[in-house]
């Protein structure tokens, strides 16, 4: 910082100050302009002139026209990306949702169409199974843990499977309910209930 000399004593954080004579209309817009920063008419100004000297703007002719053609440019931009973002869009439903919800569409008039339920063909115990239920007058105590053993592993599968049942609510038509089973699983017990 300089120091000014001003009758005979001097100011610490002072600089040098100059008069420029501009029309009363223009400083009276560049006052209300520079009590938007809350800084000083030369901070302010000095900022303006620095800022013209980096962008290489001229801020009485062509500075204006090519700030202009740059925000242009970067619009077109801008434009041509979000072309590019609606086309996917198109693109994913005609490809995706389209198809599906035409699909959706036709099984819906099918079902309603068709109004009759599927049947649901009723799993069969066989007979040979069911003879540990029915009482016998004497049953030698070997067999009665065979059966019961039997018995009490059939009751453990049969709670597995009852553990993998999940209700399934659908938008259209009636809940069901869903076996998550691996298909070697339901193979093998088909061929245990036969």
């Given at each position: 910082?300089?120091?000014?000399?001003?009758n005979?004593?001097?100011?610490?954080?002072?600089?040098?100050?100059s008069?420029?004579?501009?029309?009363?209309?223009?400083?009276?817009?560049?006052?209300?302009?520079?009590?938007?920063?809350?800084k000083?008419?030369?901070?302010?100004?000095?900022?303006?002139?620095?800022?013209?000297k980096?962008?290489?703007?001229?801020?009485?002719?062509?500075?204006?026209?090519?700030?202009?053609?740059?925000?242009?440019?970067?619009?077109?931009?801008v434009?041509?990306?979000?072309?590019?973002?609606?086309?996917?869009?198109?693109?994913?439903?005609?490809?995706?949702?389209?198809?599906?919800?035409?699909?959706?569409?036709?099984?819906?008039?099918?079902?309603?169409?068709?109004?009759?339920?599927?049947?649901?063909e009723?799993?069969?115990?066989q007979?040979?199974?069911?003879?540990?239920l029915?009482?016998?007058?004497?049953?030698?105590?070997?067999?009665?843990?065979?059966?019961?053993?039997?018995?009490?592993?059939?009751k453990?599968?049969?709670?597995?499977i009852?553990?993998?049942?999940?209700?399934?609510?659908?938008m259209?038509g009636?809940?069901?309910?869903?076996?998550?089973m691996?298909?070697?699983?339901?193979?093998?017990?088909?061929?245990?209930l036969r």
């Open positions: 910082m300089e120091k000014q000399s001003t005979g004593r001097t100011k610490k954080g002072t600089s040098g100050y008069n420029i004579t501009v029309k009363k209309e223009t400083a009276i817009r560049f006052r209300s302009y520079s009590k938007k920063f809350g000083s008419h030369s901070e302010v100004l000095d900022g303006m002139i620095q800022y013209f980096e962008n290489n703007l001229d801020p009485i002719g062509e500075g204006t026209k090519i700030i202009l053609d740059s925000i242009e440019k970067l619009e077109r931009q434009m041509k990306k979000i072309d590019r973002l609606i086309a996917i869009i198109k693109n994913i439903e005609k490809t995706s949702i389209r198809p599906t919800y035409e699909m959706m569409l036709i099984l819906y008039e099918a079902y309603v169409k068709d109004g009759r339920k599927p049947k649901r009723p799993v069969q115990i007979e040979e199974r069911m003879d540990f029915e009482p016998k007058n004497t049953v030698p105590k070997v067999e009665h843990d065979r059966l019961l053993h039997e018995y009490n592993e059939y453990k599968r049969c709670n597995e009852l553990d993998n049942v999940e209700k399934v609510e659908r259209m009636k809940p069901y309910l869903k076996i998550h691996g298909i070697g699983d339901f193979e093998s017990l088909k061929y245990q």
